[in-house]
């Protein structure tokens, strides 16, 4: 009776191999993937990116993924290396090198956003940290990363928030925009990926002397958005928003606790009164957020695609 | 300018159109509807490269332009047409036309993140490649219709069955190419290949799709009206894969760029 069920099993272990390498199983599963794509499809429609991401990340996705990258190897194996077409065996194999990619780039991408000033340097400061991605299986320590914020320059159309230009010079001439990332090593990317204002306040006794100036931070971009300035050394909380893209006037409010103590609209530098002391927008600059890729899977995918294209050019060439 | 000439392509367009298919029973207009065809083309290219001069970009802004760019390159590739599918891609640039003069041409400046060279490579690419399998869904029509008449006398494979795994080839690697070009604008602007954006899993399905078709075309000798039949099929996943973009909320894609006919679609109903 062993023997019968050894018999059966290594029969069966015979042929799975012209069956995992067939044309007709690739169709199958080719079919199937394009299936469940539309089916994806259909959830984009209805709900949010993010359960789509998780829908798309199901165990029966991954497995669909294997059994193809399966019948492509197999079925490379059983028509023979060698007797293949070499633009075949590019295109084919260059699905592995994706593959490859995609999977390094989910075990190990780390994302890290940071937030610099105009004339500020990036030092890992908590304080310019806004956010970091979860630790990965093979993700190790985050990047070690130095740069100084040298210039940002926004540039609008007509007046209307539709940027144009959104560039940011780093130190040692380096520049970077939102759509122009800055290779920092070895599949280590940073890119200017936001915006804001950061006024210099300043806070004024009756006499004119200077009590408090500090740079802020503000996430009062567009117009119409509200942030605040904590003073260091007062118990007075500045609310500002901007009143114009180009941030000269600003909609300010003062609050000691939940008391309102003034409230106006400044221009750049006018002064606005409130108990006996002076507050004001001395200056303006910009900041940038930052966000810092690691994704090692990256140029495998990038590499595989270009492969995956020439095989094709040359197949249809040889065709030809 | 360019919305004058966009008429007078429009105009050649149909009379292309109706010449082509008018050539499948008299082969003396074939060359007449080639001519007409290559007049249409030109026009289109000047209207294209006038409307590319005058917005600063790429004509791939708003259903106007998107119009225009596809259609330049359907007209293009109707030149190069030798089988009676001639009339069918005219006919189908025509159409795309009428229904882009529907909506607003003005000129928008594109934002930060539509302004690359890979952007303009990307619809290119994308252009290029829903041509060519524009063009190889009217061939597989021409077929389907030309095949029941040769049914009728004498079944040797035309011209046009001949065309249809060419064009579905270069279609696919255009096709592919495309969406290469789309994952690296998509990683140099988010930090991602890949993010299963609406347009990317119909796009990913399209070519799954294409690639199923190649497959069975090459390995399984599926030739004449049967992959006719499918080619023809697979195009309205295509076309679905592009157009019904716009009936997705917009939280779900950075792919709107058809922004009138977003709003025709949705009104004044939000998700």
């Known amino acids: ?85 070499i633009g075949t065996l590019l295109f084919h194999g260059s699905l592995f090198l994706v593959a490859a990619g995609f999977v390094l780039t989910v075990a190990s991408r780390y994302e890290a956003t940071y937030r610099v000033a105009e004339g500020e340097e990036f030092t890992g400061n908590e304080a310019q940290i806004v956010s970091t991605s979860a630790p990965r299986v093979l993700m190790t320590t985050a990047p070690s990363i130095r740069f100084k914020v ?74 119409g958005r509200r942030d605040f300035i904590a003073s260091a050394n007062f118990p007075f909380r500045f609310y500002v928003t901007a009143g114009d893209l180009s941030a000269t006037m600003f909609d300010v409010k003062i609050y000691r606790g939940r008391l309102l103590l003034a409230e106006r609209v400044v221009r750049r530098t006018e002064p606005l009164e409130f108990e006996g002391l002076v507050f004001r927008i001395a200056d303006m600059r910009y900041w940038g957020e930052f966000t810092l890729v690691r994704d090692a899977g990256a140029p495998l995918i990038l590499l595989g695609a270009i492969i995956g294209i020439a095989g094709l050019c040359l197949k249809l060439w040889r065709r030809a | ?158 011209a046009g069955e001949r065309s249809l795994g060419r064009t579905l080839s270069i279609g696919f690697l255009l096709y592919t190419s495309m969406i290469a070009t789309g994952a690296l604008y998509k990683f140099m602007l988010f930090g991602v290949a890949w993010s299963f954006d609406p347009i990317e899993t119909l796009a990913l399905a399209s070519w799954l799709a294409y690639g199923t078709l190649l497959h069975l075309h090459l390995m399984g000798n599926w030739n004449g009206v049967k992959l006719a039949r499918w080619c023809a099929g697979v195009f309205i996943l295509l076309v679905l894969s592009y157009r019904a973009i716009v009936f997705f909320p917009p939280v779900s894609t950075y792919h709107i760029f058809d922004i009138n006919l977003r709003i025709h679609v949705a009104g004044g109903v939000s998700r």
């Open chain 1, 1 to 85: 009776m062993l023997d019968n069920a050894l018999f059966r099993i290594r029969s069966a272990g015979v042929d799975v191999w012209p069956l995992l390498g067939s044309w007709q199983l690739s169709i199958v599963l080719m079919v199937t993937t394009a299936f469940w794509y539309v089916l994806l499809a259909v959830f984009a429609f209805l709900s949010p990116p993010h359960v789509v991401q998780s829908i798309a990340g199901l165990a029966m996705f991954w497995i669909l993924y294997a059994l193809l990258l399966v019948n492509t190897a197999v079925c490379l194996v059983v028509r023979g290396l060698k007797g293949l077409a």
């Open chain 1, 150 to 223: 040298e210039k940002i320059v926004p540039e609008l159309w007509r007046d209307q928030l539709l940027f144009t230009r959104l560039e940011a010079t780093l130190d040692g001439g380096r520049s970077t925009r939102i759509n122009r990332p800055l290779v920092l090593g070895m599949a280590t990317f940073l890119r200017l990926s936001g915006f804001g204002y950061t006024p210099r306040y300043e806070i004024l006794d009756a006499r004119g002397n200077l009590l408090e100036s500090e740079f802020a931070k503000l996430t009062i971009f567009p117009p």
């Open chain 2, 1 to 158: 300018m360019p919305e004058k000439l966009f008429v007078a392509v429009i105009v050649f367009s149909l009379i292309s159109g109706a010449l082509g298919i008018a050539s499948w029973r008299r082969d003396s207009l074939r060359a007449m509807a080639r001519a007409s065809t290559a007049l249409a083309f030109v026009l289109a290219l000047a209207a294209w490269l006038v409307r590319w001069k005058t917005a600063g970009h790429l004509p791939l802004f708003g259903t106007w332009e998107s119009a225009l760019s596809l259609a330049v390159f359907i007209l293009a590739i109707a030149m190069f047409m030798r089988t009676a599918a001639l009339g069918v891609a005219p006919l189908v640039a025509a159409i795309i036309l009428v229904h882009g003069a529907l909506y607003d041409s003005t000129a928008y400046a594109l934002t930060i993140s539509e302004r690359s060279l890979v952007v303009d490579v990307h619809s290119i690419l994308a252009w290029a490649a829903f041509a060519l399998l524009t063009a190889n869904a009217g061939i597989a029509i021409a077929v389907m219709l030309q095949r029941r008449r040769a049914e009728q006398e004498n079944a040797e494979p035309t």
